[in-house]
């Protein structure tokens, strides 16, 4: 035989509740703004939906039988977790927890999304954030399948870029970093003629800072190295320059992060007599998909963090 399945509201809960609190239905009615007749009628109807008392009238108040007991256990939790439930939808509504994912190409990951970050976890440490730091075409894959909420890369021609909804930030400048101790480290300046025949590590073909290193060669009549290491891991890179002479092609960002304190991990920046910059970078999230209070919170911090004024002007795009 099917058993009836029991369904009270959370309104009748509160009132079982109260009554416990107080002792008298009349208190426990205007605590919740109700007239003393609606209480007891909505008792009675609880009772009888459970099917046996719940409070035993005594000449001072009212207080519960043995299944009124069970009962008020049972509702307490549930009440509890009505009450988490309100306060986790407001906390996700206010942008101060959630979950988000996004990512970043190297140079803007290093020097903005880490500040931005940490002023979001500041006052809402409970956000849960994943960042990943990968090329710019993983980068708008992942965007374009829904798996990040935001990225900060550069705009690919085999993307639609009527999809996105775009805001230029800034172009990257380039460092040539190497060991403390390298040969050229102290050299007040130095031609691309006196790098050429050193080993080089370099992120894969096509890569931004990789194309504007080849690009500045050539400009100068000049053929690519010709010893080169390919990988795309910053860990490798470091390790690499480490342990050898040789010479890697970074955004300005993470030079400094190697070469100044705290970190101070016994790299230098090669002096040249010109800037070597590439393409501006933007902050891209897809039209089709609104972004989660938490996302556009960090979204605009980023943008703050930045002091882009023309990023300023788009905060609440």
């Known amino acids: 035989m099917s058993q009836r399945r029991l369904a009270l509201k959370p309104t009748q809960l509160r009132l079982l509740d109260e009554i416990a609190a107080h002792g008298q239905l009349q208190l426990a ?11 007891s009628r909505m008792l009675a109807e609880t009772e009888r ?5 719940l409070f035993d009238r005594q000449p001072k108040g009212m207080a519960p039988t043995e299944i009124g007991r069970t009962v008020l256990r049972r509702a307490r939790v549930i009440l509890r977790e009505l009450g988490s439930i309100e306060t986790d939808v407001r906390a996700l509504r206010q942008g101060d927890a959630g979950s988000l994912h996004v990512g970043a190409v190297t140079g803007p990951a290093v020097s903005y999304l ?8 500041r006052d809402s440490p409970g956000a849960e954030i994943t960042v990943d730091v990968m090329p710019s075409r993983e980068l708008l894959q992942q965007l374009s399948s829904g798996e990040m909420d935001f990225v900060l ?9 009527n999809d996105f909804s775009i805001l230029p930030m800034r172009d990257e400048k380039v460092a040539f970093i190497c060991r403390a101790a390298h040969p050229l480290a102290r050299a007040s300046a130095l031609t691309l003629t006196e790098l050429s025949d050193y080993e080089w590590i370099m992120q894969q ?3 931004p800072i990789r194309e504007a290193t080849l690009a500045a060669f050539a400009d100068v009549g000049l053929p690519e190295p010709a010893n080169i290491v390919n990988s ?14 040789a010479i890697s092609p970074v955004s300005e960002e993470v030079a400094q992060l190697l070469i100044r304190p705290p970190v101070a991990a016994n790299f230098a920046a090669l002096r040249l007599p010109y800037d070597l910059r590439v393409s501006t970078y933007y902050l891209l999230h897809v039209k089709r998909r609104p972004l989660s209070p938490l996302a556009a919170r960090l979204r605009n911090h980023l943008i703050r963090s930045s002091g882009n004024p023309i990023a300023g002007l788009s905060q609440t795009d």
């Open 114 to 121: 880490v500040s931005a970050i940490r002023e979001v976890k």
């Open 232 to 245: 795309p891991s910053l860990l490798l890179t470091i390790a690499y320059l480490a342990q050898s002479d």
């Open 153 to 161: 890369c550069r705009i690919l021609p085999e993307f639609d870029s």
């Open 205 to 207: 073909r096509g890569a």
């Open 29 to 39: 009615a205007d605590a919740l703004a109700m007239t003393q007749p609606a209480a």
């Open 49 to 53: 939906q459970i099917g046996a008392p």
